[in-house]
């Protein structure tokens, strides 16, 4: 099925954002490297504009990529242009924190990082890249957001580590119900209906990353957060530069003919979206909370419809209001409920560890 914008329609968007993304891009450049510096050598609590800084990073970038790939994948094959942004981003990466003293990964780490970077990566982006042909930005990062209901899904039906409460089933169910609004083609609220094939491609990458979240607890994984992300986005991508070659993609990719707007967008996704705001989130983790840091969950898909709408030119109705609003409930619930219980968990075992110590 052909995408539903025009490459010319592509190239009017690419125009549209360049100059804000540009912009955008400059007035983080000299605040990043504190940052940075921070995430190889943590030392005390940093200054509150740090925290803001790395928590804007994290919201608005990765809510932004949405709208990136939007623009990138209407001119460029989506696996070549997922394939070239995590290749060279984990490669990058990986020399720094190497130049930056962390160890690299031993065999069963790599072997480990690979496999995740099939689920994660490979399966993930190769889906997302090629569903944004089909799907406004904005809607497929609300049916991305479902991924804690997929991670929660595989814990009660195949690790039973999570047990099926009442507050958890409902909110199960509004995640569902959430997902059913976007995709009814009987009731869209007056919207055009989505593209199936991208629905499902998206429902497909975010089980691909919800399986992968769980092995990862699994599994042999370096100490350093940058190293082990760096590991698998390499791996990732080059696999997915892999199948550009095998589907036949790379023979189709004519670089000269792709804008300067398509280029600047892989170039944002590259430095803005794999780089920085990773960087940023694995930062944040040393000084907040894991509960608090994963707000951006909440957060992203408001920010790429906003950003769809406003930069994008992506309409806006009802049934994707309805349908964020509900997934983005059921989110909450379920993550909230989540900490909650690790944090009874936490408490509980610091009390045994202690009763322990004073017997």
Known sequence: MPPTQSSEEGHKQGKLVLPLWRRFCIGYRRSYSSIMKNVTHPSARPA?????LAFSIIYFVW???YLAIRVGVLQMPPFVMAGIRFTVAGLALWLWMRVQGTPSLTWPE???????????????YACLFWAEQRVPSGIAAVIIAIIPVCITLLEIIFLKTQHLTLRLGLGLAVGVI??????????????????????VALLVASIGWSIGTVLSRRLVMPASKAMSAAAQMLSGGMMLLVLSVVSGEFARFHPKSISIGAW??????????????????????HYESPTKVGTYAYVNPIVAVIVGTLLGGEAIGRRTILGAALILVSVVAITTMKSRASAVAQTADREIREGAVAD
Request: glycine share 10%; proline share 3%; net charge positive.
């Open 63 to 65: 809510g932004s990529t």
């Open 48 to 52: 509150k504009w740090k925290i803001l």
């Open 110 to 124: 790599w072997r480990a990082a690979t496999l995740l970077g099939s689920l994660m990566f490979l399966l993930d």
């Open 264 to 285: 600047f967008s892989l170039v944002y996704l590259i430095i803005a979206g794999s780089i920085i705001a990773y960087t940023a989130y694995v930062w944040l983790l």
């Open 178 to 199: 959430g997902v059913a609004v976007l995709v009814n083609p009987w009731s869209s609220f007056g919207e055009a209906p989505l593209d199936r094939g991208g629905v």
